[in-house]
C-alpha cells in the first residue's frame, strides 16, 4: 500500500472502530492511542521518503492525475502530517484525563479521528474538489466536537462557527466550479498548467478572490476571523487545544498551497491584498487579544494576529518569506496548542480562568509556572525560544523585500503580544490569589502524567526549536523552494499524464 | 574555548540552582560568587593581550543560513565591562547572600541573577549583532522577573511590566535597526561593519538605522523620555539595583552606542543626537535628585544622570571625550554599586531609606560608612579618586569641544548637583546626631566585602592610574578608534582650566550641600509632580491603550452573529467588486440577449418565489417556497440536458421537504424581531453581494476550456472503465476517493445526530 494512503486511513479504521466499540472507553482509548502513533510513525516515514526521493504521487484506482484523484506529499504536507501527528497524540494523551468520561463517551474518540482523517485528507490531497471534501469531514466532526458539550455558550459558539464556515465551504465550491469550468480540471497540478499556458488575468483575479475569502475564513483573517473569538473558548480544553492547534493551519495551509500552485502572488494586485490583509490581521488580532481578561480568550485572539505573521511570509513570496512562513506554522502550532493545554491546568487547579479571579499559581507551583513562562515569551517571541526565530526569519524577509511597514508592524505587535503574555503571567502567576475569589479547583496537587507529559514535552520542543531550529528550518527552506518553483510538483503529478 | 566557557558556566550554574541550592545553607550561599569569580579568573587572564591591543575571538556556527553565530570577540571595550560584570557580580552574589538571607525565595533569586549575569555577559562579548540582540532581550526579561520579585506587591508587578514594556518596545525598534543595517552592509558582525562604515553613513537608510538603534539604547540606558522606567524599577531588591540597574545592564545601551560609534557615528546627526538627549537627561536627572528623599530613587537619579553623561561623551566623538567616557563608566560602576550596596545596608539594618530619618550611624555601622565615603568621594569628584580623573577627562574633552559653552556649563551643573547626590547617600546618613528611634547594627562581613573592597578600589585606581591607563583605557580607546595607541593617565596634569573647574565645582557643591535641606522643602510637591507625570502618562498611555483595544473589539467583535456574517460577507463582496470595478473584467451584457423568453419567465418566478421564502412569517410558507426553488433548479437542470441531475435533486428536494415538515409543523410561526431599518439594510446588501457574484458567475459563463475532462470522461469510461453510466463511473471509480469523503461527512453527520438524540433522552430520565 502506498504510504501515501496511510494518513488517511489509519485515523479512518480508529474512527471505525471506535464507533464498533462504542460501549468500552477503554478499548476506544486504546485504538486511538495506538492509531495515533501509528500515524506519526506513518507521516514520518513519508517525510523521510519524500526527502530521500522527492516528491510522492498516489494515483487513485490507477487512473492519470486529471482523471482520478492524485494524492500528493510534498515536503510541505509532509511537514505538516508530521507536526499533525506529533499535536494528535499529545492532545489526545492530555484529554484522557482532562476530558470527563461522561464527554469522552459522546464519541469524542470516533470524532477526534475523523477530524484528524479530514485534516490529513487536506494536506495530502491533489484535487482541489478533493481539498472541498476533506474540509467538509473537518467542518462536521468539528463542529459536533464544539457542541457535544451542549452547554449553552457551547452551542452558541458551534452555531456562530458553523454558519460562517459554512459561507466559506460556499465561496469554495463555488471558485472550485469556476476554475473547473475555466480549466477543465480539478487536478492542481493540472490545473495550474492549464492556467499557465492561457494567463487571463481578469478572471484569474476575480476566482482567486473567492479561495481567498474562503481560505481567509478557514484561517481566520481579518476581518473574516469572527467565527474564532466566538467559539474557540467554549468546548473543553482538549478539544480547544486541538482546534487551537490544527484548524486555522488546515486554512493556511490551503491558502499557501493555492496561491503559490495556482494562483502564484507575483502578480501586484493580489499580493498588495495579502499585504493589506495581513497587517490588519496581526494589529486588528492583537487589538482585540489586549482587551481580554480571560485566558483562553487571550490566547484565542492570539492565534488570528499570528496567522498574520504567516500571511506576511506568504505574501512577500519569497523563498525566505515562505520558509518563515512554514516555521512559524511549526512554532505556533507547539506554542499554541501547549499554551492552551496550559490553561486546562489552571482551569483544573483554579476553576475558572478568569484573570480576575485567579492568581498565586508561581508561589504554589514554581515548576509549572516556568514552563507556562518558556512558552508564553516564546509566544512573544522572546529570544531565544522558537518564537523569535519565526519572527526574526518572517521579519527578515520582509526588510529583505523592503516592505518597512510590515517590518514595523510586526515588530509593533511584538510588543503587544509581550504584554498580553505578561499579563497572563502578572495576573494569574503573580498576583496573590484575590480573596474575595477562593480558588474552586477540585485539585490543587500534582497533576497525573497524562497532563504533564504532553505540557513538558511541547515545551522542550518548542526550547529545542529555537536552539536547534536550524536543522528544521533548513527543511522549511527546502519546501519554500519546492512549493515556489511549481514546475517539480507538477511533473511529479501530471508526468504519468504526458 | 574559554570566552564560550566563561559564559557557558555562569548559565549552567543558573540552570543547576535550583537542585543544587537545598544543599546549601542559606548562610553559606556566598558561596555561588565563586561562579562569576571563576570566569572573572578567566577574563583576567587575557589581560596581557588586551593590553597590547589584541583581539581574541571565539566563532561557533550556529545558524550560519542567517550569518548568526556565537562569534565572541574579547577586545578593549568588552574587556572592561566583562570585568565590571563578573567581578561586580561575585561580590553583589556574595552580598545577596547577607540581605537575602531567610527570604523564601532565595533561590530563585540566585537562578534569574546568574541568568542575567550570562546573558549581559554573552551580551558584550557578541561581535554579532543578532547574537548580541539574543542576549540583550534575555537581559530584559530577567530584570523583569527581578523587578517583581516582590511579585505580591502590585506596585512591584506594575513597575515591572513598565521596565518591560519600555526596555523590550525600545528592543524591538533596536531589532528594526539590526535587520535594517544587516540589509545595507549584509553583514552582522560588528568587526565587519566597521569596513563599510564610510558607505552605511551615506545609505539612505542612515538615518532610519540610528534612531531604531538609539531607541534601544537609549531605553535601555534609561534617557530622556524614556527614563522614568529606572527610578521605578528601585522596587526590586536592593542587590538587583546595584548590580542591574546602575552597574551593569543599563551600561548595555551606552555600551552599544559605544560599540558601534566606529559604524555609526562620526555624522553630525549622531553628534546631536546623542549630545542633546544625553545632556538633557544628565542635567534632568541630577536636579530631579536633588528633592528625593529615599536613598535609593536618589541614587537612581545619580545613575541617571552618569548614563546622560557617558551617552554625551561618546556623541561629541572626539578621542577626548572617548577617554572620558571609559573612565567615566569605569569609576560609576565602581562607585555606584558601592553606595547601592551602603543603601541596601542601612535599609537592612535600620529599616528606612528615609534620609530624613537617618542621622549618626557612623559609629554603629563604622565599616558601611568607610566605604560609603570612600564612594562618595569618588562621586563628587574629590582628588585623588577615580571620580575625579573621570570629571577632569569630562572637563577636558568639553573645553576642547566645538561645543564648548554649552558642554562646559552643563558639565558644570550636572557635576556640582552629583557632588550633593553623593553627600547625601554617603555622608549624610552617618553624620550628625544618632537618632534615638533608629535601633542599627553593623551589617553583617558578606554585606561588607563587596563595599568595601570597591570603596578601596575607587581610591587605590586614582592614586595609581598606572595599570588602569594599561589594562583598560588604552585598549577600551582602541574599540572606539579601531586603532591601538597606549595612553597614559596621570592624576596630575598641573594648574588647568579643567583643575581649575573641578575646584570650582567641588567649592560650589559643598555649598549646595549645605542648602539641601532648603532645596528639598521648597521642592516638596515638585517631586510628586514630576515623577508621576511621566508614571502617569506611561499608565494613561497603556489605559487608553486598552480602551482603544477594547473599543476596537468591540466594533468589530459585537457578538452578534448577524453583524458577523455581515463583517464576513461584505470583506468578501468587496474585495471582489474592487477586483471587477477597478481591474475591469466586467461581463458583457450584450451576448445574453439571445436568452429564450421561456427561461426568462422562469427566472422571474423563482425570484419571486425566494422573495417569499424571505419574507413569510410561516415557517410552512417558507419551506414549500424553499421547495418550489428547489424543484426550479431542477427544470434548470432539464432544460440544459442533465437529467441525471435532475432525478437526483427532485429526489432530495421531495426528501428535504417531508423531512422539515415533520420536523417544524408543530413549531411556531416566526417572530418579527427586526426593524424596519435592519429590514432594508438586509435586502439592500444581500442584493449587493447577489449581483456581484452573478457578475462573476455570467463572466465564467464566457469560459470554454480547451479539452475538458468531462470530455475524457466521455471517452474513457466505457472503454477503460467498463461503465455505460458515466456519472456512475466518476462516483465509484474515477473519483472514488470524493465519494469516500462524502460517505465519511455523512457517518459524522449521522454520529452527531444520535448523539444528540441519545444523551437528551438520558438527560431527561436522570
Known sequence: MSPLLLPLLVPFIAALCCTLFSKSLKVQRSISLIAAVFHLAASFNLLQNVRSEGIQVYLNGGWAANIGIALVADLFSSIMLVITGLISLVVLIYSLKEMSDKLQSRAYFPLFNFLMMGVNGSFVTGDIFNLYVWFEVMLLSSFILLAMGKKPDQLEGAIKYVTINLFSSILFLSGAAIIYAKTGSLNMADIAMRIAESSDEKLLNSTAILFLSSFGIKSALFPMFLWLPASYHTPPVSISSLFAGLLTKVGIYAMIRTFTLIFPLNNGLLQEFFYVIAILTMVVGVLCAASQFEIRKILSVHIVSQIGYMILGLALFTPLGIAGAIFYLLHNIIVKTNLFLFSGVILRKKGSCDLKKIGGLYKVNPGFATLFALSAFALAGVPPLSGFWAKFVVLKAAADAHEYLLLGSGLAVGVVTLFSMTKIWAEAFWKKQPEEYPGVGEDTGNQPWQIMLPIVFLTICTFALGIWGELIFNICVEAAEQLLNPTEYINAVMGEAK | ?766
Open chain 2, 1 to 766: 574555548m574559554f570566552l564560550l566557557l566563561s559564559v557557558a558556566l555562569i548559565f549552567m550554574a543558573a540552570f543547576a540552582t535550583p537542585a543544587i541550592a537545598r544543599f546549601i545553607p542559606h548562610k553559606q550561599r556566598f558561596l555561588f560568587a565563586l561562579v562569576p569569580a571563576t570566569s572573572f579568573a578567566l577574563i583576567c587572564s587575557k589581560a596581557s593581550d588586551i593590553a597590547q591591543g589584541l583581539a581574541i575571538s571565539e566563532d561557533y556556527t550556529w545558524i550560519p543560513a542567517f550569518d548568526i553565530n556565537l562569534n565572541f570577540r574579547l577586545d578593549g571595550l568588552s574587556f572592561l565591562m566583562a570585568l565590571l560584570i563578573t567581578g561586580i557580580g561575585a561580590l553583589i552574589l556574595t552580598y545577596a547572600s547577607g540581605y537575602l538571607k531567610g527570604y523564601e525565595a532565595n533561590t530563585r533569586f540566585y537562578t534569574i541573577i546568574q541568568i542575567f549575569m550570562a546573558a549581559m555577559l554573552g551580551l558584550v562579548l557578541s561581535d554579532n549583532l543578532i547574537a548580541m540582540f539574543i542576549f540583550w532581550e534575555l537581559t530584559t526579561v530577567s530584570s523583569f522577573l527581578l523587578v517583581g520579585f516582590n511579585h505580591e506587591n502590585p506596585d512591584a508587578r506594575k513597575k515591572a511590566l513598565q521596565a518591560l514594556i519600555v526596555t523590550a518596545g525600545g528592543g524591538l525598534a533596536m531589532f528594526a535597526g539590526i535587520l535594517l543595517l544587516g540589509n545595507v552592509a549584509g553583514t552582522y558582525q560588528v568587526s565587519e561593519l566597521i569596513t563599510h562604515a564610510e558607505m552605511i553613513k551615506n545609505h539612505k537608510l542612515y538615518e532610519a538605522i540610528v534612531i531604531l538603534i538609539c531607541l534601544g539604547a537609549f531605553t535601555k540606558s534609561a534617557q530622556f523620555p524614556f527614563h522614568f522606567w529606572l527610578p521605578n524599577a528601585m522596587a526590586a531588591p536592593t542587590p538587583v539595583s546595584a548590580y542591574l540597574h546602575s552597574a551593569t545592564m543599563v551600561k548595555a545601551g551606552v555600551f552599544l552606542l559605544a560599540r558601534l560609534t566606529p559604524v555609526l557615528g562620526g555624522t553630525s546627526f549622531w553628534l546631536h543626537l546623542l549630545v542633546y538627549v544625553g545632556g538633557f537627561t544628565m542635567i534632568l536627572a541630577a536636579s530631579l535628585g536633588l528633592i528625593y528623599r529615599d536613598l535609593k530613587k536618589i541614587l537612581a537619579y545619580s545613575t541617571l544622570s552618569v548614563l546622560g553623561i557617558i551617552t554625551l561623551l561618546i556623541g561629541m566623538g572626539t578621542e577626548f571625550s572617548f577617554k572620558a567616557a571609559i573612565m567615566m563608566l569605569f569609576a560609576h560602576a565602581l562607585y555606584k554599586a558601592t553606595l547601592f550596596m551602603v543603601a541596601g545596608s542601612i535599609d537592612h539594618e535600620t529599616g528606612t531609606r528615609d534620609i530624613t530619618r537617618l542621622r549618626g550611624l557612623r559609629k554603629v555601622m563604622p565599616w558601611t560608612f568607610a566605604a560609603a565615603g570612600l564612594a562618595a568621594l569618588s562621586q563628587a569628584g574629590f582628588p585623588p579618586f577615580t571620580g575625579f580623573l573621570a570629571k577632569e577627562y569630562f572637563y577636558g574633552s568639553a573645553l576642547d569641544h566645538n561645543m564648548k559653552i554649552l558642554l562646559i556649563s552643563s558639565a558644570f551643573i550636572s557635576s556640582m548637583f552629583l557632588f550633593v547626590l553623593a553627600f547625601k547617600i554617603g555622608f549624610h546618613p552617618f553624620l550628625g546626631r544618632e537618632n534615638k528611634k533608629i535601633h542599627a547594627h553593623e551589617a553583617p562581613p558578606t554585606m561588607l566585602i563587596g563595599p568595601v573592597t570597591l570603596g578601596l578600589l575607587s581610591l587605590l585606581f586614582g592614586l595609581f592610574p598606572g595599570p588602569i591607563a594599561k589594562y583598560i583605557l588604552s585598549p577600551a580607546l582602541a574599540s572606539f578608534n579601531t586603532t591601538f595607541h597606549p595612553v597614559k593617565l596621570k592624576l596630575w596634569h598641573g594648574v588647568n582650566t579643567a583643575l581649575i573647574l573641578s575646584l570650582i565645582t567641588l567649592t560650589c557643591g559643598f555649598g549646595l550641600y549645605k542648602l539641601r535641606k532648603k532645596i528639598r522643602q521648597n521642592a516638596t510637591g515638585v517631586d510628586d509632580k514630576l515623577n508621576i507625570q511621566f508614571d502617569q502618562s506611561f499608565a494613561n498611555g497603556l489605559e487608553s491603550f486598552i480602551k482603544f483595544a477594547k473599543w476596537s473589539t468591540k466594533l468589530i467583535q459585537s457578538g452578534s452573529l448577524r453583524s458577523y456574517m455581515i463583517i464576513t460577507i461584505s470583506a468578501f463582496a468587496g474585495l471582489l467588486l474592487y477586483i471587477l470595478l477597478y481591474v475591469g473584467g466586467m461581463p458583457e451584457f450584450y451576448k445574453f440577449s439571445h436568452v429564450k423568453p421561456i427561461t426568462l419567465a422562469f427566472l422571474v418566478a423563482l425570484a419571486i418565489v425566494t422573495i417569499v421564502a424571505c419574507t413569510t412569517l410561516s415557517r410552512m410558507t417558507a419551506l414549500l417556497s424553499l421547495g418550489v426553488i428547489g424543484f426550479g433548479i431542477t427544470l434548470i437542470y432539464m432544460m440544459y440536458g442533465a437529467p441525471d441531475l435532475a432525478f437526483t435533486q427532485i429526489l432530495v428536494e421531495t426528501l428535504t421537504v417531508v423531512m422539515f415538515m415533520v420536523v417544524i409543523h408543530k413549531l411556531p410561526r416566526f417572530k418579527d424581531f427586526s426593524t424596519r431599518r435592519k429590514k432594508a439594510f438586509d435586502a439592500i446588501f444581500a442584493s449587493i453581494v447577489g449581483m456581484t457574484v452573478t457578475f462573476l458567475v455570467i463572466k465564467a459563463q464566457n469560459l470554454s476550456s480547451k479539452n475538458p475532462v468531462s470530455q475524457i470522461y466521455a471517452e474513457t469510461s466505457y472503454l477503460e472503465a467498463h461503465g455505460r453510466n458515466v456519472v456512475n463511473v466518476i462516483l465509484v471509480d474515477f473519483r472514488a476517493f470524493d465519494t469516500f469523503g462524502e460517505i465519511v461527512v455523512l457517518s459524522i453527520a449521522g454520529l452527531g445526530v444520535s448523539l444528540l438524540m441519545r444523551n437528551n433522552k438520558k438527560e431527561d430520565t436522570e
